[in-house]
């Protein structure tokens, strides 16, 4: 297979693939937070980032969601569509934590009457701001696409809260993306991880997720294993 890096993040590498419209992503264990201001690694992270997704892109697909999804090649490595990605992060919350703390002053753990969405633009150097529809649609986003962002955002919710629950988990709040295909079909894309969910334990609150390392609360490496043990058990 002729693979040329086409692009390195904070925590994974994209390559080409064979196939013009297959991508082939592999996680890595290093992460970053705050916007590359902190950095770390930890052991087993690239494979459950890489195996989370594949399981939970192959759940969605089965529940109606479209997704880039093919193929999980080995422990850290999925296939994918290429898509032509919309610049939106779409934030999803059931409970409060993290940045709608700040920003509307809510007490951490507060359960919302129904799920908010919230909708940023996908741009390092102004820290991904939160941003309505009329920001949006100067950027250059169309009404149909953030319309499609929403729709996909709430779904991807009613799929996986239940999914999580089951399993013994609180799905908090994530962050999703979506992109087009080559003839122009929206799909879910990006990855669902420990890395893009807050995720606590239902009877203990405790966290399962990257606010272990963002925080520096210690056991990272163990609450990915556990949500990898969760979610493929
Ligand atoms: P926030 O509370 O920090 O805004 O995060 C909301 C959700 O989005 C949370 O599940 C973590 C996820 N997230 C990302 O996937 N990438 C990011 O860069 C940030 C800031 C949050
Ligand atoms: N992914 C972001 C970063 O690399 C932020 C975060 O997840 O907290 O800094």
Redesign the pocket.
Known sequence: MTETLLYEG?AKKVFTTDEPNVLLHTYKDDA??????KRGSWEGKGKTNATMSAALFAYLEQNGVPTHFLEQVDDTSIKTKKLDMLPVEVVVRNLATGSIKRLLGFEEGRKFKAPIIELCYKDDDLDDPLVNWHHLREIGVSDEDIEFCEELGFKVNEVLAPFFDERGIILVDFKVEAGKDENGNPMLADEISP?TCRFWDKETNEKLD?DRF?NDMGGIEEAYAEMLRRVTS
């Open positions: 904070k970053t937070a705050f916007n590359a201001k890395d990257k963002r």
